[in-house]
Every structure is written in structure tokens, then in C-alpha cells.
């Protein structure tokens, strides 16, 4: 579980593959809660983080923490998300979760891989993403009213996880949907090319080699790779480590341990980095 | 690298015998590996499924043509210690190679689409646009094979080129590998004179710098070198090299193509400037009709051995799913028919003075009989049209819909039509009933109980049952922290602590998934003789000895913490495939699940493609780290509408061929899902049909039914063996033959 403290002098960057950043301002101004769907790697994460600048940045009211995220895993309870007792010298003292730190202060709540989270805490969301905006807190015996500026935003990928955890329709149809996908290849040379400080010629060549091997994610046998990963395999070269190698260490043992699927990439690799 | 041939149990067979049983094994293991990955790779860069197929260097041109789906590939690299390049590097280029055709659009020809870098001369109606367009190609060249083979050396040009710029590690090797194929190629100066000029086109696409030609050839040569020279730009397009491929031939038909000049000079390449818009279109207008007829490029000619031969891919389909070959013959046959063809002077023969003095054969004769590629020899074995890419389609029945939550459409392989049919087949999913007790099943333990135990121990050897935590529940190993310190905070305050306050560590994680599909089709009702050695043993049917072996391994199963669901198949035709649900995989075993086993009872037909591909579907919603899908079936696929329809036009086996292609490919595909499939048959004659389409690891010929329990568990332990640690490593375990 993490919270991120954004620094208002920097903004992180974000290149908009399509009309994202309209349709999550949008959303914020009517308070919708947004969905974000998309493969991994695939710049959902960041896009929350370059929103929460977008929209907090410059504010002087901000609060302290814009963006309060949580990446949800299989023993994520509801208490994990809005708070508990501890017990102290003098008896015991309540800590709020994050999700509640966020309905107070009017941050962004961004939760990551919600469905991984156990079935109890999707409940809890249900007063907060609709006309209530209410967060009820069964261990205080109150309900908190959401700051007018917190807004929750969630995150699934819907072909990783299994089906039997896919979101219920009651959840899923409190939220604005937007689709991510792999930003197209010019778009996706430029964010390496960023983010690694790597040069275009070996960014638009990892950015190639991540669109041939999306065609073996999209026939099942591997996840495809994400841009993030191909950001991790150019920071490496720009460390001076050879292309190959370097794709070898950062992507083929990452993408799979099936040795004929790494041979695959491998050849895929060579065909594209010379010795 | 050596790429391994499909159909080769029989080769494995007799290296088991000179080699031993370890060094076969290990090498099929090993080329089904190189296979495996170069089918991915292949995938990677098209988004295509191929199969490979390795063929010798005397097998004929037209039985190792590529179709979509099939890649035909030398067995072995030319390799030569002079050579710079390797075997896995000659297989990355052949395969990029191919690759890149599918990319650069050679088998998307639009005839009338413009393309920047020549002047157009074809015509602005090429032909009936219902006709596919490499066929009216075809057209364009009076249909001759010698036009059609020019288009694919100018695609080859084209393609190598563009090959280079976007993949710049295959650069080097191609380069390699061409420098490898420039050694291979025959003396111009021992060629007649448009067997040479030819030739020079071919060197110049592998990279050559030079010839040797003929003085009077040089024109001719530096026309189409400059013509050539153009397909390198990156703007070229399929429609390139049809453009070019017009020009050329027209050069080509003006030269003779017997006898040979005395005097050949040395020319270079890049010294050669000629105009490659010498051609107009009033040639262009006589140019059908002089090459109509024309062979091929003659038993001179060398394959170059990295590339594919033109053949379906490249010529497109008529009426049902013709080859080059048919399509030239009836095309040529039609035109002459409609008074298009006439026949066209043979133009320049007699203006050459230097040409060694052979008669000529008379025009009728003229092409070379038993060499031509455009003819199928009558023992080639090819019975069948080989698949192609933009075959038509052959809609007679419509794509079914599935309706419910208990219904699923499934595509199906058409191996005549060399394509996958969409939505044409309707899983409908039942539960099975169930029987008053589940008496059978404690039968069969009480029989084969020393099978079940034997699997327990050896899959627990191989497998320690791993754990994983569960938190906060009512029972457990450990006290959870803090599931306690909210209870004692609970406590405090007075209100109801939560009793799951454990952490459980005995609950096994999930690893294997398993689903085994059992054949209820009417051929599973024949009794088996009795037991002559144990005759307490009562009569049983096939499908008895189904039931008992797959209750035994899923009490195993269930011993040992694997999840497995059990089904039976059977159907009427495509809209009605039933799969009869004993036990779904996530469904918990109960006493009534072995009621259900023991109430199936034979039913219809066997349509095991449809089968294979629900329940690859259904593993892949499961959370485990391997899944197996066991087939077992008393015989071959056969369903009422399972590839009859074609028994008219191919022959009484087409049906077969149909049911066991579609099979063959669900596998595949099964395969190329991360599961493990194997089909099981107890048919003794499975190997026969089975061996030539299937992975050899993959399908298991059990020849004496009775053996099926005990052989079911010793498979089964084999590819849980094999899988151990990797969740796709059919391929690592030996195939079960027993006889």
C-alpha cells in the first residue's frame, strides 16, 4: 500500500494516446468515479499520477497527499482500506486506511488491481461511488461525507486476471470505464525514449520489438510486454549494457520460463538488434 | 539446428533401434523444441499459426509450396565451412523471410491500386473482379508459370530488402545465407540466353555484384538489373513488383531459351544503368499472348534454398481451391477458348548469329516435358489441393449462435479449405445424471486399488505438495497476528470478535488442472472379450474401461491435491456437440460425481475438435500453474457432417482426412494455449492416421483396451513428470505406444 506525495514543480510526464485526459477531467468534474482498464505495463498507473497533477497541482487548497494509492492484493480486507484500532499503552487508538485518508482530504483514491482485493471491500465502495459519497466506518459506528474534491479511480485487467475474479456488475456499473492499451509505436518510441533518456534510434527498436511480441500475448502464450518493461530494458542499454543483453535479462526471463517461448523472443531480439 | 519432419515416428522408431532408446528420444525432443520455437517466432512477427514442415532436398517443388498454414522448410542448413553463417541463423532468415512476405502484403495484391515507382502499364480492367487477384495475375501474363515465377523472385527482391531495413540483426545473417546461395548457383555461361538473363536476375537478388553473360545479353541484363534496382526502394509495394514483373518478362520472351553464345563477358552489376521504363504498353498488349504457354524456369534452375516456392500462396484460388498448376492450365484453356490467345512469334531467335547450332524442337514440344513446375507429377502423392490463403468461402452452412450461458461456438479447421471456419461448431453443455450409488466406483478401487496407490506416491515423489497460507479462518496451524489483535480490540470495546482468528497452512495450492473428456460415442457400447486370465473379471465395454481408468486417476487426483474436472462427449453433427458435465474443475468433489461417472452411457458421434477446444477454454479460466486436457477415445473422429460434404469432390478418405486434420489443429491450438493436451485412443490402427497430422508426444495408441487403467496412470505420471517446473513440456516426455 502506498501513498504518493506529488511535487508540485514537477509533472509527471503522460503522453495521451487518445482522449484520456479530457474524459478523466470530465469525469472528475461531475464526480464520476473512473475505471481504467488495460494490460499491464500499459500506463494506467502513471496516467492517475499525471492527472492528479494536472488537477492538484497548482492548487494552493491541495491536500497534503493528492494521490493516495493502494496496490490491491488477495489479503486486502476492508479494514486494511479504511482503518483500525490499535492497541496502545492507554487503550486503543484508531488509524485511519487510506481510503478514508483520501475521504477526508479530498485526495485521488486510486485502487490498483481492485479485484484482487477480497469480495468484502468492493462493498464498501458502493456509498462512495454513488449520489451518497458517503464512506460508512462499521468499527466508528459513523459515516464519513467525502470531500467535495476526492474522487476514487480503480484499475483492473481484465485478461490477466481469472475470470472468477472479475468485477460484479453492481461495482463495475458505478464507474466511467476508460480502455488503455499499448500506445502506438511512434507514441510508444517517444515515452522510452523519456523515460530511458535513451536515443530514438534504440527507443523506436524497443518499442518495435514490444509490437511483435504483443502478437505472441495476444495468442495466449505470453503476457505481452508493457511499456514499462521496455522502459527498464532501455535504461539498462543507456547504462551501456549491449541491446541484446540487455533484452535478455530485462524482458526474455521476465516474459516467460517456458525455454522454447525464450528462444522465440530471443530470436525475435536478434532479428532486431545486431551483435 | 534441424528442424524435425512431422510425420517421422517411423524414422524415431528405427533411430530407437541404432541409436538407443535415449538418443531418439532426446533428439525428437530436441527438433520438436526448434520446431516449436520457430513456429513462435514465426508468430511473433505475423500474428499467424504455422505449422513447419521439413522437406529433402529431392522432394518435388510442388508438394513444399507454402499455404497459410503450413511452412515447408529444407531438413537440414545448407551448411559449408566456407559458409559464415549457422544453421539457427539460416532457419531465423528462412523464416523471417516468409514472415515478411505475410507482412509486406505479397498475398494482398490489389491490381487496380496504384504504386509510385513505375509507369503503370496494366491495364485499368484487369480481368473479373470476382476472381481473385493473383489469379488475374496470372492473366496478365497469357498464364503462363514463367510470369508467375518473375513475380515471386520480384516479391523475393522486395521483400529481402525491406527484411533488411526493418530487422537489422537478420541483416548480417541474410547476407550470409545469400552469400551462401550466390555459391550454389549454376554457370550463366553454360545457359541459353533467357535461362541467363534469368539467372543474372536471381544473383542480383541474392546480393551478387556480378555475371558472366553473353556480349548480346548485356541490353537485356542492364534493363532488368535497373528494373530490379527499383523494388529495393522503400516505397515498393506488391503492385511493384507486378509492374516490374511485366517489364521483365517482356525482356525475358524476346530471348530464346535454347542453344547458348560462345563468347560471355564478365558484367557489374553496379555498373549497369539501364532504362527501366523501356517497355509500353503496346508491348504490354502482346505480351500475354507470346508468353502464353511459356514453362517454367527449366531443370537448370536452382531453388534458392531460404526462400519459399512460388506455389498457392502466391497464385491465389479458382473454383475450389486450385494450385498454380490447375489454375494456369484452365485459365490458359478459357482463354483460348474466347480467341484471347493467339499464338505469339517467338521475336529475336533468328537475329542471334552466335548461338551454338541445336535444332530447335518444334513449338509443341518446346516445353521441357517432366520438368516443368507447373506440372504435378503423377506419383507426387498429392492427392489433395494444398490449402490456400485466399480461398473463398465456401459458405454452405452458416456460423451457428450460441444462446444461453450453457452453450459455446467453436471455429473448426477446414483442411480442404486451408482455413479456419468461425463459429462452426455449437458445444451445449449437460449435466450428467446420476446413478442411485456409487457402487462402480468403489468396485473399481477395490480392483485397480493398487494403481491408485502407486500414483498417489509417485506424483507426491515428484510434486511435494507445496502450501500456502490462508489467513483469518476458523482453523488452522498458527494463530493469525492480526486476526488477533482485532479480535482483542473487539474485545475491548465490547464488541463480537470475528472467530477466524488462524492461519491455515494445510490447504495445498492449487498446481495441476486436469480435464479429462471421456469418448460416449455408439462405438464405446462394443463388448470386449472376456479375460481369459483373470475370468472373475466380468464382460466389460470400452467405455467401461474409460470410466474405470479416468475414476481411478481422479481418485489419485483428488488424493493428491489436484484439481480435475471430468466430461463426456458425444453429439449429432456441428450444432449439437454435447459435452456431458460429470465434474467441472472448480466443482467439489462429492459422492455424486462418481454417480454420474457410473450412469454414462454410449451415445452418437465423436466431433473431438469441438471437445478439445471447449475444454482448452475452460482450463484457461482456471488458476493453475500447468493444465492437462486428457482425451480419451475408442477410435477415430467422426461426426454426421464432419467433413462428408467433400467425399464427392476428393474421394471416400475426404471425411476422414477432415475429422482428423480439425483434431490435429485443436491440439495445436490447445498447445498454443499453455495446456497439455493428449488424446488417448484404445483404436489399435490410431497410429496409422494419427502419426502423420499429430505431435508425437501428444496422442497415445493404446492397443489392448484392458491395459487402458493402468496405461491411463502411467501417462498421466509421465506428463506430470514432464511438466514439472514448466507448464508447456508435452514434448519433454516419451510417446506411449503400447501394441
Known amino acids: ?275 | 539446428m534441424t528442424v524435425t519432419q512431422v510425420q517421422t515416428p517411423a524414422r524415431h522408431r528405427v533411430l530407437v533401434r541404432e541409436r538407443g532408446v535415449l538418443d531418439a528420444l532426446e533428439q525428437a525432443a530436441a527438433e520438436d523444441r526448434a520446431r516449436h520455437h520457430l513456429a513462435l517466432y514465426y508468430r511473433a512477427l505475423t500474428g499467424k499459426v504455422c505449422s513447419l514442415i521439413p522437406y529433402d532436398g529431392g522432394a518435388n517443388p510442388w508438394e513444399r509450396a507454402d499455404t497459410e498454414a503450413e511452412v515447408w522448410l529444407p531438413a537440414q542448413a545448407p551448411l559449408d565451412e566456407h559458409f559464415a553463417f549457422t544453421s539457427g541463423q539460416f532457419f531465423q532468415v528462412a523464416m523471417t523471410h516468409r514472415a515478411m512476405h505475410e507482412r509486406f502484403g505479397s498475398f494482398r495484391l490489389e491490381l487496380e491500386r496504384d504504386e509510385l515507382l513505375f509507369r503503370r502499364l496494366r491495364p485499368a480492367d484487369i480481368g473479373d473482379p470476382g476472381v481473385p487477384a493473383l489469379e488475374r495475375l496470372a492473366g496478365l501474363f497469357g498464364h503462363s508459370a514463367l510470369g508467375v515465377h518473375m513475380f515471386a523472385t520480384c516479391e523475393d527482391i522486395r521483400i529481402d530488402a525491406a527484411t533488411a531495413r526493418l530487422f537489422p540483426g537478420v541483416a548480417g545473417p541474410l547476407r550470409a545465407v545469400q552469400h551462401g546461395a550466390l555459391h550454389d548457383r549454376p554457370e550463366t555461361s553454360v545457359l541459353s540466353p533467357r535461362a541467363a538473363a534469368i539467372e543474372a536476375l536471381i544473383r542480383f537478388s541474392l546480393g551478387g555484384s556480378k555475371v558472366l553473360a553473353p556480349n548480346q545479353l548485356a541490353p537485356t541484363i542492364e534493363q532488368i538489373v535497373a528494373i530490379a534496382r527499383l523494388l529495393r526502394d522503400p516505397a515498393s509495394t506488391v503492385e511493384s513488383s507486378v509492374e516490374a514483373a511485366l517489364r521483365i518478362c517482356h525482356l525475358l520472351i524476346e530471348q530464346p531459351d535454347v542453344g547458348m553464345h560462345r563468347t560471355v563477358r564478365e558484367l557489374r552489376f553496379a555498373d549497369l544503368d539501364g532504362d527501366a521504363e523501356a517497355m509500353s504498353p503496346l508491348d504490354l498488349a502482346t505480351l500475354p499472348a507470346r508468353m502464353a504457354g511459356a514453362e517454367g524456369l527449366g531443370p537448370w534452375y536452382h531453388h534458392v534454398r531460404y526462400r519459399d516456392w512460388p506455389g498457392p500462396r502466391y497464385v491465389g484460388v479458382g473454383e475450389g481451391d486450385l494450385s498454380l498448376a490447375d489454375v494456369l492450365d484452365l485459365a490458359a484453356r478459357r482463354a483460348e477458348g474466347q480467341g484471347e490467345v493467339a499464338p505469339g512469334p517467338d521475336a529475336g531467335d533468328d537475329d542471334l548469329l552466335d548461338i551454338e547450332g541445336e535444332e530447335r524442337p518444334p513449338a509443341e514440344e518446346k516445353p521441357q516435358e517432366g520438368s516443368r513446375p507447373d506440372e504435378r507429377p503423377a506419383d507426387s502423392g498429392m492427392t489433395l489441393p494444398p490449402p490456400t490463403s485466399d480461398a473463398p468461402d465456401l459458405v454452405w452452412e452458416p456460423a451457428l449462435h450460441a444462446k444461453g450461458r450453457r452453450e459455446f461456438t467453436y471455429p473448426e479447421w477446414d483442411r480442404f479449405a486451408g482455413r479456419v471456419r468461425p463459429d462452426h461448431t455449437l458445444v451445449r453443455l449437460l449435466t450428467a445424471p446420476a446413478n442411485s450409488s456409487e457402487h462402480d466406483h468403489f468396485e473399481v478401487l477395490a480392483r485397480y486399488g493398487h494403481i491408485v496407490s502407486r500414483l498417489v506416491r509417485a506424483i507426491e515423489r515428484i510434486s511435494p505438495q507445496s502450501t500456502a497460507a490462508t489467513r483469518r479462518t476458523s482453523t488452522g496451524d498458527d494463530l493469525d497476528l492480526d486476526a488477533t489483535i482485532d479480535a482483542m480490540i473487539d474485545l475491548r470495546l465490547k464488541t463480537e470478535p470475528s472467530d477466524h482468528l488462524y492461519t491455515d497452512l494445510r490447504r495445498p495450492r492449487r498446481e495441476v488442472a486436469v480435464a479429462f473428456a471421456i469418448d460416449l460415442s455408439g462405438s464405446t457400447a462394443l463388448w470386449l472379450p472376456p479375460d481369459a486370465a483373470n475370468p472373475g473379471v466380468p464382460i466389460q465395454r470400452i467405455l467401461d474401461l474409460q470410466r474405470d481408468a479416468v475414476s481411478l486417476v481422479a481418485e489419485a487426483l483428488n488424493r493428491v491435491g489436484d484439481s480435475f474436472g471430468i466430461y463426456g462427449f458425444s453429439g449429432t453433427g456441428r450444432e449439437d456437440v454435447r459435452l456431458s458435465v460429470v465434474k467441472d474443475i472448480e466443482e467439489r468433489l462429492t459422492p455424486v460425481v462418481w454417480r454420474r461417472l457410473g450412469s454414462m452411457v454410449p451415445d452418437d458421434t465423436t466431433r473431438i475438435g469441438a471437445v478439445i477446444r471447449h475444454l482448452t477454454h475452460r482450463l484457461q479460466q482456471v488458476d493453475a500453474a500447468t493444465k492437462i486436457l486428457v482425451v480419451v477415445t475408442d477410435g477415430r473422429p467422426f461426426d454426421v457432417d464432419y467433413g462428408q460434404k467433400y467425399q464427392k469432390e476428393y474421394g471416400r478418405e475426404a471425411e476422414f482426412d477432415y475429422a482428423v486434420a480439425d483434431t490435429a489443429h485443436a491440439l495445436a491450438e490447445s498447445r498454443s494455449r499453455a495446456v497439455n493436451p493428449l488424446l488417448i485412443t484404445v483404436d489399435p490402427y490410431g497410429e496409422n492416421y494419427l502419426a502423420p497430422v499429430c505431435d508425437p508426444h501428444e496422442y497415445h495408441v493404446i492397443g489392448d483396451p484392458k491395459d487402458l487403467p493402468e496405461a491411463l496412470a502411467d501417462i498421466y505420471l509421465a506428463v506430470r513428470r514432464a511438466t514439472m517446473g514448466r507448464p508447456t513440456a508435452a514434448a519433454a516426455m516419451p510417446p506411449v505406444r503400447r501394441a
Open chain 1, 1 to 275: 500500500m502506498t501513498s504518493t506525495r506529488l511535487s508540485h514543480a514537477v509533472e509527471p510526464f503522460y503522453l495521451p494516446v487518445r482522449d484520456e485526459v479530457e474524459l478523466f477531467s470530465a469525469a472528475y468534474e461531475q464526480r464520476i468515479p473512473v475505471l481504467l482498464k488495460g494490460p499491464t505495463g500499459s500506463g494506467k498507473t502513471r496516467f492517475v499520477e499525471h492527472m492528479a497533477w494536472r488537477l492538484f497541482g497548482d492548487r494552493p487548497d491541495a491536500p497534503a497527499e493528492p494521490l493516495v494509492t493502494v496496490s490491491c492484493h488477495d489479503d486486502l480486507t476492508s479494514a486494511d482500506l479504511v482503518g483500525r484500532y490499535l492497541l496502545s499503552g492507554e487503550g486503543t487508538t484508531w488509524l485511519d486506511g487510506p481510503l478514508t485518508k483520501a475521504v477526508r482530504s479530498g485526495a485521488l483514491c486510486y485502487l490498483d488491481e481492485v479485484v484482487e482485493a477480497r469480495k468484502d471491500t468492493t462493498v464498501i465502495l458502493h456509498a462512495l461511488t454513488d449520489h451518497r459519497r458517503m464512506l460508512p466506518i462499521e468499527r466508528l459506528g459513523t459515516t464519513i461525507q467525502a470531500h467535495d474534491d476526492f474522487l476514487l479511480v480503480i484499475s483492473y485487467n481484465p485478461g490477466y486476471q481469472v475470470a472468477t475474479k472479475d468485477l460484479k456488475p453492481s461495482t463495475r456499473q458505478r464507474f466511467m470505464a476508460i480502455e488503455f492499451d499499448y500506445p502506438a509505436s511512434d507514441l510508444e518510441t517517444q515515452i522510452i525514449a523519456h523515460e530511458a533518456d535513451l536515443d530514438e534510434t534504440r527507443a523506436g527498436q524497443l518499442a518495435f520489438l514490444g509490437e511483435q511480441l504483443r502478437r505472441l500475448g495476444e495468442a495466449g502464450v505470453i503476457d505481452g510486454p508493457g511499456t514499462r518493461l521496455l522502459v527498464h530494458v532501455g535504461e539498462l542499454m543507456v547504462k551501456g549494457i549491449a541491446p541484446r543483453r540487455a533484452c535478455e535479462v530485462g524482458l526474455v526471463q521476465a516474459l516467460s520460463d517456458d525455454s522454447d517461448v525464450q528462444r522465440a523472443i530471443v530470436d525475435v531480439v536478434s532479428a532486431i538488434f545486431p551483435e
